[in-house]
């Protein structure tokens, strides 16, 4: 602006701003600066069109025209905005990590806690039985497994902590997740950090791999720590093959996803078996005496509706909900989201119906959210304009059917950009050499379906697509937060019909966020102001 006011005077019209100058109309271009931001005015669409630069602005619908909102600008992909990350001031050797541990952080480039991380591993370490509620990309893996490692294998703390040393005891924690990718994401993390030499000690018991191959592997090398789905752990701890009566930890990752119906009869059995010893259970072990010595619960989401709040009050010992910078007894929660005071009496009544708590919490705050309109057959098309207005390098489309992604890809093919297909259906191997891919840069558009949608950690990713709406805010906040991870930058687009227009509205409400209207003209992304 102080550029723009040497060269012009800024002449308000009709509730407008328009920058003249003595040469025509001034852009931030024309004046050197990469982004180029204009009002614009009446007959704007078919001026854009015929590449006119100064557009006039009706009242209702005022345009502003992003060209170059390109972040290829910037030459790295995707990068960390430090001032926005939610790095908490404090080293990880203050959060009472042994020294091990946070040589090896160091070693992986890990410095400084995020928020989240700096609440949640004193209080995991002081055994406290934990919900851990962050927004997507926050560092919710670290912030638990960091406490497991300094209790568990090789780096963990010399002095004895009050558990019994000496002899090896059964399989030491189980983390569950919903899907194969975010359980093979998670045993990546822990190889990583454990490192070549103790890699064997991290077991994945996934679906769609192998089961008598994991087996033999548990049975060789006695693992201290297995990641999972619920399906394949409840499997094998079924078949007596997965000695975990004695587990310190039991990691519920996406545990609202967890307590979906699908997945009941599962948790229930690793529930059930993890961290109870044969003696402890039955009626006795209600107590919640008897559940701390078992096993202490940690549970994780970006999302956490009341229902977790309940799952988690019946599965741990007085349990905690830590949130960035903030620890609160869970029972002071109430259905809403809100926090009451110890000592005052509550307003809401608890036993009432599920309340997501306060979605906003859960998306990164640098995220640019837009909608835009078209006909439904026009909107892979769109999402292909979409990707060249954005100038993005790395998406994540989601469409609500599987058939629906072939077709998708065919048509991104066909006009030359490289595109693939993520689902369930496919093999894993295939779909681990497809993100492969993706993170090294060959595929620039991933369709997929809400497989993706739950805590895969692709950093490079700077645009979400939404070909299809989410189902609530929970699902949206889920897709959305595949971008804009740890302080870098992500745009969520939500394409959608002229009918479907009041969902998008519903979910802006829902999330308290702005989602813009837009549309893309000539490799520009085009904001429309209501
Ligand atoms: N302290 C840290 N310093 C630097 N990078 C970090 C730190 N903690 C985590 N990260 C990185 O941040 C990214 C996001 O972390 P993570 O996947 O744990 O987020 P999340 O909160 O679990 O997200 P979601 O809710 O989507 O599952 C990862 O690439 C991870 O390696």
Same mark, same amino acid.
Not at 95 to 109: H, S
Not at 346 to 366: F, G, H, I
Not at 374 to 402: E, G, P, S, W, Y
């Given at each position: 602006?102080?550029?723009?006011?040497?060269?012009?005077?800024?002449?308000?019209?009709?509730?407008?701003?328009?920058?003249?100058?003595?040469?025509?109309?001034?852009?931030?271009?024309?004046?050197?600066?990469?982004?180029?931001?204009?009002?614009?005015?009446?007959?704007?669409?078919?001026?854009?069109?015929?590449?006119?630069?100064?557009?006039?602005?009706?009242?209702?619908?005022?345009?502003?025209?992003?060209?170059?909102?390109?972040?290829?600008?910037?030459?790295?992909?995707?990068?960390?905005?430090?001032?926005?990350?939610?790095? *908490? @001031?404090?080293?990880?050797?203050?959060?009472?990590?042994?020294?091990?541990?946070?040589?090896?952080?160091?070693?992986?480039?890990?410095?400084?806690?995020?928020?989240?991380?700096?609440?949640?591993?004193?209080?995991?370490?002081?055994? !406290? /039985?934990?919900?851990?509620?962050?927004?997507?990309?926050?560092?919710?893996?670290?912030?638990?497994?960091?406490?497991?490692?300094?209790?568990?294998?090789?780096?963990?703390?010399?002095?004895?902590?009050?558990?019994?040393?000496?002899? #090896?005891?059964?399989?030491?924690?189980?983390?569950?997740?919903?899907?194969?990718?975010?359980?093979?994401?998670?045993?990546?993390?822990?190889? #990583?950090?454990?490192?070549?030499?103790?890699?064997?000690?991290?077991?994945?018991?996934?679906?769609?791999?192998?089961?008598?191959?994991?087996?033999?592997?548990?049975?060789?090398?006695?693992?201290?720590?297995?990641?999972?789905?619920?399906?394949?752990?409840?499997?094998?701890?079924? *078949?007596?093959?997965?000695?975990?009566?004695?587990?310190?930890?039991?990691?519920?990752?996406?545990?609202?996803?967890?307590?979906?119906?699908?997945?009941?009869? /599962?948790?229930?059995?690793?529930?059930? !078996?993890?961290?109870?010893?044969?003696?402890?259970?039955?009626?006795? &072990?209600?107590?919640?005496?008897?559940?701390? @010595?078992?096993?202490?619960?940690?549970?994780? =989401?970006?999302?956490?509706?009341?229902?977790?709040?309940?799952? *988690?009050?019946?599965?741990?010992?007085?349990?905690?909900?830590?949130?960035?910078?903030?620890?609160?007894?869970?029972?002071?929660?109430?259905?809403?989201?809100?926090?009451?005071?110890?000592?005052?009496?509550?307003?809401?009544?608890?036993? &009432?119906?599920?309340?997501?708590?306060?979605?906003?919490?859960?998306?990164?705050?640098?995220?640019?959210?837009?909608?835009?309109?078209?006909?439904?057959?026009?909107?892979?098309?769109?999402?292909?304009?979409?990707?060249?207005?954005?100038?993005?390098?790395?998406?994540?489309?989601?469409?609500?059917?599987?058939?629906?992604?072939?077709?998708?890809?065919?048509?991104?093919?066909?006009?030359?950009?490289?595109?693939?297909?993520?689902?369930?259906?496919? &093999?894993?191997?295939?779909?681990?050499?497809?993100?492969?891919?993706?993170?090294?840069?060959?595929?620039?558009?991933?369709?997929?379906?809400?497989?993706?949608?739950?805590?895969?950690?692709?950093?490079?990713?700077?645009?979400?697509?939404?070909?299809?709406?989410?189902?609530?805010?929970?699902?949206?906040? !889920?897709?959305?937060?595949?971008?804009?991870?740890?302080?870098?930058?992500?745009?969520?687009?939500?394409?959608?019909?002229? =009918?479907?227009?009041?969902?998008?509205?519903?979910?802006?409400?829902?999330?308290?966020?702005?989602?813009? @209207?837009?549309?893309?003209?000539?490799?520009?992304?085009?904001?429309?102001?209501?």
């Amino acid at each position: 602006f102080r550029k723009v006011t040497r060269f012009t005077r800024i002449a308000p019209s009709q509730g407008n701003v328009r920058f003249l100058s003595s040469s025509g109309s001034l852009t931030l271009a024309s004046l050197g600066l990469k982004s180029e931001v204009k009002t614009v005015s009446a007959n704007e669409k078919n001026k854009l069109q015929q590449g006119i630069s100064t557009i006039e602005v009706p009242k209702s619908r005022e345009k502003k025209r992003v060209s170059g909102n390109k972040q290829g600008l910037v030459k790295e992909k995707n990068p960390v905005d430090i001032m926005t990350a939610p790095f *908490a @001031a404090k080293s990880f050797s203050e959060l009472g990590i042994p020294p091990l541990l946070v040589e090896r952080l160091e070693k992986e480039g890990f410095t400084i806690p995020t928020d989240v991380q700096a609440a949640a591993v004193p209080t995991v370490l002081k055994n !406290h /039985d934990v919900v851990i509620q962050s927004y997507t990309g926050s560092g919710k893996t670290l912030a638990y497994l960091l406490p497991i490692l300094s209790r568990v294998g090789p780096l963990k703390e010399e002095l004895s902590d009050g558990y019994e040393t000496g002899k #090896k005891i059964d399989i030491e924690a189980v983390i569950v997740a919903p899907s194969r990718e975010l359980g093979m994401q998670i045993v990546r993390e822990v190889e #990583k950090l454990l490192g070549p030499a103790n890699k064997k000690l991290v077991q994945q018991l996934v679906g769609g791999a192998n089961r008598s191959r994991q087996e033999d592997a548990l049975k060789k090398n006695k693992p201290a720590i297995v990641v999972g789905t619920p399906g394949r752990i409840a499997e094998i701890s079924a *078949a007596g093959k997965l000695p975990t009566h004695g587990c310190r930890f039991l990691v519920l990752d996406e545990i609202d996803q967890l307590l979906a119906f699908t997945f009941r009869e /599962d948790m229930k059995r690793i529930l059930d !078996h993890v961290g109870r010893r044969p003696g402890a259970r039955g009626g006795e &072990s209600n107590s919640p005496l008897v559940k701390r @010595a078992a096993r202490q619960t940690i549970m994780v =989401s970006a999302t956490v509706p009341f229902s977790v709040i309940r799952a *988690a009050r019946s599965w741990g010992c007085d349990p905690l909900l830590i949130q960035a910078n903030k620890v609160v007894p869970l029972e002071s929660v109430t259905p809403a989201g809100s926090v009451n005071i110890p000592g005052t009496p509550s307003t809401t009544d608890s036993s &009432s119906n599920v309340q997501p708590m306060a979605d906003v919490q859960s998306l990164p705050p640098n995220l640019q959210h837009y909608y835009t309109i078209t006909r439904i057959q026009h909107k892979v098309d769109m999402l292909r304009r979409c990707v060249h207005a954005v100038d993005a390098k790395c998406v994540i489309a989601f469409m609500n059917h599987t058939k629906q992604l072939k077709d998708a890809v065919f048509k991104l093919e066909a006009r030359g950009m490289n595109a693939a297909e993520l689902h369930g259906d496919l &093999s894993k191997l295939v779909r681990s050499t497809i993100l492969k891919k993706f993170r090294n840069g060959e595929i620039r558009v991933l369709l997929t379906n809400e497989l993706s949608a739950r805590g895969l950690d692709l950093p490079e990713c700077d645009l979400v697509v939404n070909l299809g709406l989410p189902t609530d805010s929970v699902h949206y906040a !889920h897709r959305a937060g595949r971008t804009g991870r740890l302080g870098r930058k992500g745009t969520v687009v939500t394409i959608c019909e002229e =009918s479907e227009v009041f969902v998008v509205k519903k979910l802006q409400k829902q999330l308290s966020l702005t989602i813009q @209207a837009c549309e893309f003209s000539e490799g520009n992304l085009v904001i429309i102001e209501d």
